[in-house]
């Protein structure tokens, strides 16, 4: 595709609810990366991939978010039983490797919670 | 703990005249900083990245310089427009002993140029 894509473009949860967010990376794009955006602060780190290898999680809040892509293309961000805390931006990104290179970033699914 | 720190306040400046957003940071040490545009309700969009061994960057109206010594990037945009009004984000990037794959974004500084 021309850019990242991400899916849904918003999401209204109530507690306790599982979501499921989806990144459409650029195609041939090696590396991914997940980041959580709270209003008025900037993008936080959450996980990266290297194709379908998950090289840091460092940033998962809890246990209850878990990231995958399993072909290396696709990726989806789950978090388990929903929180208020959890409302926020989640954007996700891809670059052809590493970040020395600049990462496109998708519009984002902006999740709230209830 | 690692911190990234830029102008809280919005920037406010007339059309014609050069914006200077900063960015300092502590207890890291970047190979690379980045700078991004958000626009509301969009994603990050890149604009630059300088290396640590380079002082200086430009690309048309906008200029990035970095001090390593200082832990500081600034960030010029010269005869600013109203279409030049967004959030403006600085992002480290990598450490001298290895590449973590991670952005390490600041807060943003909004700037508003008035016509």
């Known amino acids: 595709g021309a850019g990242v894509s991400q899916s849904p473009r918003y999401k209204v949860a109530k507690r306790g609810q599982d979501v499921a967010l989806r990144c459409d990376p650029i195609s041939g794009h090696v590396s991914l990366f997940w980041y959580q955006q709270a209003l008025g602060q900037g993008p936080e780190f959450l996980t990266y991939f290297q194709n379908e290898a998950q090289l840091d999680k460092s940033g998962l809040p809890s246990d209850r978010f878990f990231a995958e892509r399993p072909e290396g293309s696709v990726s989806t961000l789950k978090i388990q039983r929903t929180q208020q805390e959890d409302s926020a931006v989640y954007l996700c990104?891809?670059?052809?490797?590493?970040?020395?290179?600049?990462?496109?970033f998708g519009q984002g699914t902006r999740l709230t919670v209830v | 703990s690692q911190k990234i720190e830029q102008n809280s306040e919005a920037l406010n400046i007339q059309e014609g005249k050069t914006a200077t957003l900063t960015c300092n940071y502590t207890n890291y040490s970047p190979a690379y900083l980045q700078w991004y545009r958000q626009d509301p309700g969009r994603g990050p969009v890149f604009l630059l990245l300088?290396?640590?061994?380079?002082k200086e960057k430009r690309k048309e109206r906008l200029k990035v310089t970095f001090d390593t010594t200082l832990k500081q990037s600034l960030f010029h945009i010269t005869a600013s427009q109203p279409a030049d009004s967004a959030t403006y984000l600085c992002a480290l990037v990598g450490t001298r002993s290895g590449n973590t794959g991670k952005l390490i974004f600041g807060q943003g500084t909004t700037l508003q140029v008035k016509p």
């Open positions: 990104a891809s670059s052809l490797k590493g970040v020395n290179t600049e990462a496109f």
């Open positions: 300088i290396r640590e061994n380079e």
